[in-house]
């Protein structure tokens, strides 16, 4: 698949190299046609599958999309990457909303009623969002296998081909617990968990760590 990653950080570049690996072709995309981390990146990945671009040029090659912007600027991101190329794309979008402008722990600039998933879908109505890969740190994105023992990762979205893609590009990441919460809205519980995971991290002082839900069958 062709793949479009927008945003140069952790994130982008993990996600970027590991679908490489597994064969995709990735155009990542940035403000500037020509931004360093992005042309590391490509440079590094030393394949032809690996460019780098514009936030619009990675959304005009993209048959599917990767949000790895920050949940506050990502809708300025995505306009910059244009509606007319992103139009009836799946976007996963990876953000959280946090302002780390007063230090730690940092804030949600969005929660509760609303999330940075939902701004997305209600801006870009055209464009199928799947909310996933939010709740774990970059490394464990793409090799889940480094915890040991069974471990969860969630999706949701309003288009149910959509999830069943993204499920497919998870079960290439080597995930196995993928649980649908449904509908994009579910992004806020998604998001808010962010408020515990960054205190979990603070605790352990790591951030290598992610949950498994057990149920009373
Ligand atoms: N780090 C993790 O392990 C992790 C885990 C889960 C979720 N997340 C979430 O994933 C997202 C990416 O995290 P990251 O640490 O990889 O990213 P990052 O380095 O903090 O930022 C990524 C992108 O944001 C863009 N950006 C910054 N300010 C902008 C603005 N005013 N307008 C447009 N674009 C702007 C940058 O564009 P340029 O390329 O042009 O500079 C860059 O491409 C965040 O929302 C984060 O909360 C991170």
């Known amino acids: 698949m062709r793949i479009g990653i927008l945003g140069t950080g952790t994130v982008g570049a993990t996600l970027g190299t ?20 992005a042309e590391d990146w490509a440079k590094k990945t030393s394949s032809t599958k690996a460019s780098n671009g514009t ?25 910059m990457a244009g509606a007319q190329n992103l139009r009836g794309k799946v976007l996963i979008d990876v953000s ?7 230090g730690m722990p940092p804030t949600l600039t969005v929660s509760n009623t609303d999330s940075v998933g939902e701004q ?35 999706v949701c979205g309003n288009d149910s081909g959509a999830k069943a893609q993204v ?14 919460l449904d509908d994009i809205s579910a992004a806020r519980g998604t998001e808010m968990w962010l408020a515990l995971w960054v205190r979990l991290m603070m605790k352990f002082q790591n951030p290598m760590f992610n949950i498994h839900i057990q149920k009373v069958n």
């Open 18 to 37: 590991k679908l490489v690996e597994l064969g995709h072709d990735v155009k990542m995309g940035s403000r500037s046609a020509t931004n360093e981390k």
């Open 167 to 180: 499920q497919r590009l998870l079960e290439q990441f080597g995930w196995k617990n993928i649980i649908d």
């Open 120 to 154: 997305i879908q209600r801006a870009f109505p055209d464009v199928k969002v799947v909310k996933s890969l939010n709740t774990i740190s970059a490394p464990i994105m793409i090799n889940p296998k480094l915890l040991q023992g069974d471990t969860d990762i969630f």
């Open 96 to 102: 959280n909303p946090l302002d780390f402008s007063k």
């Open 55 to 79: 936030f619009a040029d990675a959304a005009a090659f993209g048959e599917i999309m990767f949000n790895c912007t920050l949940g506050q600027i990502s809708l300025e991101a995505l306009k």
